[in-house]
T-cell receptor, first 113, second 110 residues
Framework: SAVISQKPSRDICQRGTSLTIQCQVD?????MFWYRQQPGQSLTLIAT?????????ESGFVIDKFPISRPNLTFSTLTVSNMSPEDSSIYLC??????????FGPGTRLTVT | GIQVEQSPPDLILQEGANSTLRCNFS?????LQWFHQNPWGQLINLFY???GTKQNGRLSATTVATERYSLLYISSSQTTDSGVYFC????????????FGKGTHLIIQP
């Protein structure tokens, strides 16, 4: 299994600003994913982050709002841009294990005021 | 896209009881996983089970892909089993992002 860490664990940000969330995996992985979990809700896939190529975004999510980097096989970042209160959520990254199971980081709890 | 329905939405049990959680999905899948989200928000992968049956201690899971459902069994429940259980599926191959159900909120009372 992969061990995944995220920074920051939580943050309170002002409307109109941007926040970059970091995701670090303890081993090399081919695929990483970013999800959003709104308060009391289930998880929604934002995008798939592959090393060496552009991220693939799901319907309803765009690169200008959620730019993603994947510079190597152990690291990825997600930026939440021009934030509004509706962006208040938990943002989680995951990594693909050797048998296609996904392992999740602890999440970043974002509050936008 | 694929629809994932989980039942029951909420379940309250006494310690020691057994439970069965169900996941129905609307189309063929080649990736199905069960997760437990503990009260602190951490998601733990329980099973990768696109078909067949697996067991891990007090937990077991069965997926009948042809009938588009999966079951998660929890035996001899403990208070640490409390949390939300999610079923998640993928339809673009094993290595793809997942579509999550709304979860079953399980409370185990001592």
């Amino acid at each position: 299994s992969a061990v995944i860490s995220q920074k920051p664990s939580r943050d309170i940000c002002q409307r109109g600003t941007s926040l970059t969330i970091q995701c670090q995996v303890d081993s090399q992985v081919t695929m990483m994913f970013w999800y959003r979990q709104q308060p009391g809700q289930s998880l929604t896939l934002i995008a798939t982050a592959n090393q060496g190529s552009e991220a693939t975004y799901e319907s309803g999510f765009v690169i200008d709002k959620f730019p993603i980097s994947r510079p190597n096989l152990t690291f990825s970042t997600l930026t939440v841009s021009n934030m509004s209160p509706e962006d208040s959520s938990i943002y989680l990254c995951s990594a693909l294990g050797g048998s296609n199971e996904q392992y999740f980081g602890p999440g970043t709890r974002l509050t936008v005021t | 896209g694929i629809q994932v329905e989980q039942s029951p939405p909420d379940l309250i049990l006494q310690e020691g009881a057994n439970s069965t959680l169900r996941c129905n999905f609307s189309d063929s899948v080649n990736n199905l996983q069960w997760f437990h989200q503990n009260p602190w928000g951490q998601l733990i992968n329980l099973f990768y089970i696109p078909s067949g049956t697996k067991q891990n201690g007090r937990l077991s899971a069965t997926t009948v892909a042809t009938e588009r459902y999966s079951l998660l069994y929890i035996s001899s429940s403990q208070t640490t089993d409390s949390g939300v259980y999610f079923c998640a599926v993928g339809d673009r191959g094993g290595a793809d992002g997942l579509t999550f159900g709304k979860g079953t909120h399980l409370i185990i009372q001592p």
